[in-house]
């Protein structure tokens, strides 16, 4: 059965490893090979830079080489090519980022001259060689807080095209932020561990923003980006760590199908690609592009099994977590969803129109069965 088909295992958060485990080494490949590619085209130009480049990756451990290889940046650059950016934007950003993962890592690196982030925008590496390690949290694989990958983008994680950068989240608002967030992380954990493993496979960096644009709590993520999570105002004093867990776990799953998609297209049409508004939401009544559209189903369908879960726990609180539930339950009690997708049916791959169906009757049923 192909993995398009079988994707909805993996977000009923029992047993659906497999998936898992199928979607990331596939992705992880994929991205290896693109960067193949890189360095061969650079050894045709500048066979010196091209060695270079592959001395250092070479000098790296394997987790250094996996932080480095699948962080949103590097991602990016390797497999979104922009006509309008020349490659040794790509190769610095390589060598600099190598350079930082080695300090970090206590190798022997040549001497830093100027400031230097990892890819994943956790640790800065000073003049000298001071490492300057951002915050951590057990359960999140990397949390960027203050990098200018962080600070240059919103809460989509799309670059900002204003000159100046935002303030990172400071003081007291920053102690709010991650104390939630921890709480949240564990209130996962306890939860599920199999969500918890999910979340902290396929979310390579969580960045936490200050938004002075939008005054509420949001979360959002980019398919160009992939795992990339970005929490907007967290610090705020309504917003509690159930509503932080939920966008943790949201923008997780958006991560694990993005990692799908490079490798399988959901549409077949690039019409679709367009992000204008087609079909209304059935959970908040706002018109999304189709693609988004269908992210939404999956990732509902899993924060529905996530809550439901939780439910029984009572770990985020019983009367909040059936709170939630029913805001992810509401839309599959509505029009069937392949209803909505019908006036694009034709251009939409054939295996998501099955699987949504499977979806909502899956949903149904474990309602019918709760009430």
């Given at each position: 059965?192909?993995?398009?088909?079988?994707?909805?295992?993996?977000?009923?958060?029992?047993?659906?490893?497999?998936?898992?485990?199928?979607?990331?080494?596939?992705?992880?490949?994929?991205?290896?090979?693109?960067?193949?590619?890189?360095?061969?085209?650079?050894?045709?130009?500048?066979?010196?830079?091209?060695?270079?480049?592959?001395?250092?990756?070479?000098?790296?451990?394997?987790?250094?080489?996996?932080?480095?290889?699948?962080?949103?940046?590097?991602?990016?650059?390797?497999?979104?090519?922009?006509?309008?950016?020349?490659?040794?934007?790509?190769?610095?950003?390589?060598?600099?980022?190598?350079?930082?993962?080695?300090?970090?890592?206590?190798?022997?690196?040549?001497?830093?001259?100027?400031?230097?982030?990892?890819?994943?925008?956790?640790?800065?590496?000073?003049?000298?060689?001071?490492?300057?390690?951002?915050?951590?949290?057990?359960?999140?694989?990397?949390?960027?807080?203050?990098?200018?990958?962080?600070?240059?983008?919103?809460?989509?994680?799309?670059?900002?095209?204003?000159?100046?950068?935002?303030?990172?989240?400071?003081g007291r608002e920053r102690e709010e932020a991650l104390a939630k967030l921890s709480a949240a992380i564990e209130g996962i954990a306890s939860v599920s561990s199999e969500t918890s493993a999910f979340v902290a496979r396929f979310t390579k960096v969580l960045v936490l923003l200050r938004d002075d644009r939008?005054?509420?709590?949001?979360?959002?993520?980019?398919?160009?980006?992939?795992?990339?999570?970005?929490?907007?105002?967290?610090?705020?004093?309504?917003?509690?760590?159930?509503?932080?867990?939920?966008?943790?776990?949201?923008?997780?799953?958006?991560?694990?199908?993005?990692?799908?998609?490079?490798?399988?297209?959901?549409?077949?049409?690039?019409?679709?690609?367009?992000?204008?508004?087609?079909?209304?939401?059935?959970?908040?009544?706002?018109?999304?592009?189709?693609?988004?559209?269908?992210?939404?189903?999956?990732?509902?369908?899993?924060?529905?099994?996530?809550?439901?879960?939780?439910?029984?726990?009572?770990?985020?609180?019983?009367?909040?977590?059936?709170?939630?539930?029913?805001?992810?339950?509401?839309?599959?009690?509505?029009?069937?969803?392949?209803?909505?997708?019908?006036?694009?049916?034709?251009?939409?791959?054939?295996?998501?129109?099955?699987?949504?169906?499977?979806?909502?009757?899956?949903?149904?049923?474990?309602?019918?069965?709760?009430?």
């Amino acid at each position: 059965m192909s993995p398009l088909k079988r994707l909805h295992q993996a977000l009923g958060w029992c047993g659906a490893s497999e998936v898992c485990d199928e979607i990331h080494r596939d992705y992880s490949d994929l991205v290896g090979r693109h960067l193949g590619k890189f360095i061969t085209d650079v050894r045709s130009t500048r066979p010196d830079v091209e060695a270079e480049i592959v001395a250092k990756l070479t000098g790296l451990s394997e987790e250094s080489l996996t932080r480095l290889l699948l962080a949103p940046e590097t991602t990016r650059l390797l497999m979104w090519p922009d006509p309008a950016r020349d490659a040794s934007t790509v190769t610095e950003f390589l060598l600099r980022s190598v350079h930082a993962e080695m300090v970090r890592e206590g190798r022997v690196a040549q001497p830093v001259v100027e400031p230097l982030w990892t890819a994943l925008g956790d640790t800065l590496i000073l003049p000298g060689g001071e490492v300057v390690g951002g915050p951590s949290i057990k359960g999140v694989a990397a949390l960027d807080l203050d990098s200018p990958y962080a600070l240059g983008i919103d809460v989509q994680g799309i670059r900002f095209t204003l000159t100046e950068s935002r303030a990172p989240l400071a003081g007291r608002e920053r102690e709010e932020a991650l104390a939630k967030l921890s709480a949240a992380i564990e209130g996962i954990a306890s939860v599920s561990s199999e969500t918890s493993a999910f979340v902290a496979r396929f979310t390579k960096v969580l960045v936490l923003l200050r938004d002075d644009r939008e005054r509420v709590f949001s979360s959002g993520s980019c398919a160009q980006y992939v795992g990339r999570s970005v929490l907007g105002n967290p610090q705020f004093s309504a917003v509690d760590h159930a509503l932080v867990a939920e966008g943790v776990v949201h923008e997780s799953i958006h991560g694990f199908l993005y990692m799908h998609e490079v490798q399988e297209s959901w549409v077949l049409d690039d019409s679709l690609y367009s992000m204008r508004p087609m079909i209304p939401s059935p959970w908040t009544g706002r018109r999304l592009p189709v693609r988004p559209f269908l992210q939404a189903c999956f990732v509902w369908y899993g924060l529905f099994n996530f809550w439901s879960a939780a439910a029984e726990t009572g770990v985020f609180g019983i009367a909040r977590a059936l709170e939630r539930r029913q805001a992810a339950l509401c839309g599959f009690l509505k029009a069937p969803l392949t209803q909505l997708v019908e006036p694009y049916a034709a251009q939409v791959n054939g295996d998501l129109l099955d699987v949504l169906e499977d979806l909502q009757e899956q949903v149904a049923a474990k309602h019918e069965t709760v009430f």
